[in-house]
């Protein structure tokens, strides 16, 4: 994969005039610079998944145990409310002042959102006040990453020509695995750590404290990129970013959104969800949902260069209809074969069953979204698409998936969940227009 990445690095610094003096060493040092920058943001906003369970019992004593899930899977859901929000704000930001500047500000807003997790009182403490605060620091942590996804994933394609946009776009989604795969293994050193009165006691904000110290070192990574989009002078008085998305492309905006809604939809219930299924539904332990997350993290780490490659040789359309056409006929089948005689082992199987195709769908559909929009206002309409699909889709699917068990009494439910959003964005995927042999701006 370094091979591929440094002789495309190359064809890339002749692709924008950002880049154009790039050569292929200092290129591949501003990917890594973007994708650890990401991950390490991402990670801030992650690693509430790995201890809902133990964030229910401190911050919704009263309700039962599966309420307690229920609720604090809804807090982790607010966090996606106010994404569409950051999408615009920030998107339209990078759009206007350039993509460093946006994501140097999405990183110190994490750090507000993620210093309310460390210092944040219990329920027993301050009563109703905790959960309130709870969901401040969700609100903040939303509104960053919202923002966050449009400028860097932006910065990277513009680093790529039209040959490798896929395997320079896969750096997003190979970040947010790495996010997912720090976390859990913080959360797995410390439930082996720690006494069960430990972690509830202060253990959970360790992570969140981690997060929080890594802020400043992604910020000195991110002080040494070069800017690649320039606004020019011509465009200063144009219509903002926003109203020419909302305007202009508004096909691109809803095809963006339903293919996002697919692969946000079984990328959360396969690398976050099945760490709360295995200990909230099938009574597992902490340690073997964890488990489940790292083995879905380090499949996407080491996938997501390989879907990127392979969407950039076979476009992205086959790619991404193969893959989906592979976790529709496979989920109920996965989720009957863990229900039947739950353990640790299936569970891993089943992680990594679901997190295959996911990922290339995933990394697929954000190369398409990413190309439709032209460089002026990629950030603006890569992030209110990316903002919108993963709030009502992503954000929810964990809670959606956990009352539809509730609701239908069957454990099978999230597959259905997974399936209908899949078929909605398969259908979106064919309407939309193959772009990965055109030239962009």
Known sequence: MTTRTDTT?????????????ARPASLTKKIIAITVGN????????????????????FFPAASPFT??????????????VRPLGGIVIGSYADRCGRKAAMTLTLWLMAAGSAVFVVVPTYAQIGMAAPLLLIVGRLVQGFAVGGEVGASTS?????????????????????????????????LVLTASLSHDQLLAWGWRVPFLIGLALIPLG?????????????????????????????????????????TA?????????????????????????SSGLWASFVAGGLQMGLAA???????????????????????????????????????????????VLTIPTVFISVTTVTMITEVFPRHIRATGLAIVYGVGVSVFGGFAQFIA????????????????????????????????????VTLD
């Open 219 to 259: 910020t000195y990574i991110r002080k040494h990129l070069d800017e690649t989009h320039d606004v020019e002078p011509s465009r200063r008085g144009a219509r903002s970013p926003v109203a020419q998305v909302l305007g202009e492309h508004r096909r691109a905006l809803v095809l963006g959104i339903l293919m």
């Open 306 to 352: 390989v879907a990127g490659i392979a969407s950039d040789r076979w476009g992205r359309k086959p790619v991404v209809t193969i893959a989906r056409v592979i976790l529709l006929v496979s989920i109920v089948p996965a989720f009957a074969w863990l229900t039947a005689a739950p353990d640790t082992g299936r569970l891993l199987v089943v992680a990594a």
């Open 155 to 187: 910065m990277l394609l513009e680093y790529a020509n039209a040959n490798n946009r896929g395997l320079f776009a896969s750096w997003q989604l190979f970040s947010q695995a790495f996010s997912t795969l720090l976390g859990s293994l913080v959360g």
């Open 402 to 437: 956990t009352w539809l068990i509730a609701a239908t009494g069957s454990k099978l439910a999230p597959a259905g969940y997974v399936i209908v959003i899949s078929l909605i964005s398969l259908v979106a995927a064919l309407k939309s227009r193959e772009m990965s042999r």
């Open 68 to 81: 307690q899930l229920l609720l604090s899977l809804a807090t982790f859901g607010v966090g996606f409310v």
């Open 9 to 21: 690095a190359a064809q890339a610094a002749q692709a924008t005039p950002g880049t154009a003096s």
């Open 39 to 58: 991950g390490l943001e991402f990670f801030d906003f992650a690693i509430y998944t790995y201890f809902a369970t133990v964030l229910g019992k401190l």
């Open 262 to 286: 697919g692969a946000t939809s079984s990328n959360y219930i396969s690398l976050h969800y099945l760490t709360n299924y295995g200990v909230g539904v099938l009574k597992l332990s902490l």
